[in-house]
């Protein structure tokens, strides 16, 4: 147990929808980053934050959004659903969002859009 | 190009042998960092080596060890005394400092490994 927690665990909806999945870091970890795991693109980076500010985009989409709460908490909401959303949605945590961290990941969000 | 490469799709390796999953990498970040991660088939991803471009020493973590080569961007992880449980995707990432402050992981495509009993 990696001590990142992620829910739901599976989500099933329909195109068009909107979602929003949602983490919880470590425990004193400031870092929340969020990847995005499908058959064609692999494992993809989507948004780092720290400390409640954005600090990174990757390839989020613009239907895609989220953020970090003061409780540390990160949601991560994606719009307009279409079926190329399906996919797993790991969030991970670090220390300090520093090089030197190691990111451990959650169990992760499976995204079935219909 | 991609920064990752892991050109085995597939391993097999017998219980209790040792095995060797390849990892290249590209980048002209002086400072990076290089991460295994194993994926189970239930899908979570669990840390499971860490080594910094400029340790002197291969990282080692009880039965993975990290084959670091940085003359020929490597990092190959090994791993000793295959249990049944060690079968997994297993994926090689990096991170580089050139990036501002954008500590993202980069990861490969992975392996996949499957112990024989």
């Known amino acids: 147990d990696s001590g990142v927690t992620q829910?739901?665990?599976?989500?099933i909806t329909a195109t068009g929808q909107r979602v929003t999945l949602r983490c919880s870091p470590r425990?004193?970890?400031?870092?929340?980053?969020?990847?995005?795991?499908?058959?064609?693109?692999?494992?993809?980076?989507?948004?780092?934050y720290y400390n409640g500010e954005e600090r990174a985009k990757g390839n989020i989409l613009e239907r895609f959004s989220a953020q970090q709460f003061p409780d540390l908490h990160s949601e991560l909401n994606l719009s307009s659903l279409e079926l190329g959303d399906s996919a797993l949605y790991f969030c991970a945590s670090s220390l300090a969002g520093s090089s030197t961290d190691t990111q451990y990941f959650g169990p992760g969000t499976r995204l079935t859009v219909l | 190009a991609q920064k990752i490469t892991q050109t085995q799709p597939g391993m097999f390796v017998q219980e209790k042998e040792a095995v060797t999953l390849d990892c290249t990498y590209d980048t002209s970040d002086p400072s990076y960092g290089l991460f295994w991660y194993k994926q189970p088939s239930s899908g979570e991803m669990i840390f499971l080596i860490y080594q910094g471009s400029y340790d002197q020493q291969n990282a080692?973590?009880?039965?993975?060890?990290?084959?670091f080569q940085k003359a020929r961007k490597s990092a190959n992880l090994v791993i000793s005394a295959s249990q049944l449980g060690d079968s997994a995707m297993y994926f090689c990432a990096m991170r580089e400092s050139s990036g501002g402050s954008n500590y993202k992981l980069t990861f490969g495509k992975g392996t996949l490994l499957t112990v024989n009993p």
């Open chain 1, 7 to 11: 829910t739901p665990k599976h989500l």
């Open chain 2, 60 to 67: 080692t973590e009880g039965r993975y060890s990290l084959n």
């Open chain 1, 27 to 48: 425990s004193g970890d400031l870092s929340v980053y969020w990847y995005q795991q499908s058959l064609d693109q692999g494992l993809q980076f989507l948004i780092q």
